[in-house]
T-cell receptor
Framework: AAGVIQSPRHLIKEKRETATLKCYPIPRHDTVYWYQQGPGQDPQFLISFYEKMQSDKGSIPDRFSAQQFSDYHSELNMSSLELGDSALYFC????????????FGQGTRLTVV | GQNIDQPTEMTATEGAIVQINCTYQTSGFNGLFWYQQHAGEAPTFLSYNVLDGLEEKGRFSSFLSRSKGYSYLLLKELQMKDSASYLCAVRLGGSYIPTFGRGTSLIVHP
């Protein structure tokens, strides 16, 4: 069965650079969530989309933005990167506005140097 | 996840049974997940409980009591590969966003 696809799997950026992370949800899933997980931390919710509209916002810094496109894939744009942004970034998708199970992608490991 | 509590670490013996508890406080509830996560990898979906009771899936079972704000994950016939972090995530306060607890690090030894 198709799963949530994230790209790239690994990304190394320098401070103050920008990064774009991509997420392709499971086909027919209408809800996408983005999470950030620092070393030894639990995943922290950043932002979510339902039917291409932002539905909820968590602890997403103002330097970050995200959107969901007509084909339901989503992109997380990160600017003015800081060392503290180094983390695993996960995308998850779900059906029926998020009322069903949420499945996670393999994540993007971002390292800011 | 300040409203979700799990033990930080547990150890168990290969072949044994282990129960990982999760308690939560919320004025609204829309479901509870259990995920398994190996270091550096994505959380893998294990179970999703919306109604009270026990859900069984092979060696893994999950129980929910909404009135008590309590769930547990039961792992039977433990294998070394079950050594991982187990994350409880709850859709809290009327939201459909899964909010994660700190996770329980399970160490299975021979």
């Amino acid at each position: 069965a198709a799963g949530v696809i994230q790209s790239p799997r690994h990304l190394i950026k320098e401070k103050r650079e920008t990064a774009t992370l991509k997420c392709y949800p499971i086909p027919r899933h209408d809800t996408v969530y983005w999470y950030q997980q620092g070393p030894g931390q639990d995943p922290q919710f950043l932002i979510s989309f339902y039917e291409k509209m932002q539905s909820d916002k968590g602890s997403i810094p103002d330097r970050f933005s995200a959107q969901q496109f007509s084909d339901y894939h989503s992109e997380l744009n990160m600017s003015s990167l800081e060392l503290g942004d180094s983390a695993l970034y996960f995308c998850a998708s779900s059906l029926t506005g998020g009322r069903a199970e949420a499945f996670f992608g393999q994540g993007t490991r971002l390292t800011v140097v | 996840g300040q409203n979700i509590d799990q033990p930080t670490e547990m150890t168990a013996t290969e072949g044994a049974i282990v129960q990982i508890n999760c308690t939560y406080q919320t004025s609204g509830f829309n479901g509870l997940f259990w995920y398994q996560q190996h270091a550096g990898e994505a959380p893998t979906f294990l179970s999703y409980n919306v109604l009270d009771g026990l859900e069984e899936k092979g060696r893994f079972s999950s129980f929910l009591s909404r009135s008590k704000g309590y769930s547990y994950l039961l792992l039977k016939e433990l294998q070394m590969k079950d050594s991982a972090s187990y994350l409880c995530a709850v859709r809290l306060g009327g939201s459909y966003i899964p909010t994660f607890g700190r996770g329980t690090s399970l160490i299975v030894h021979p």
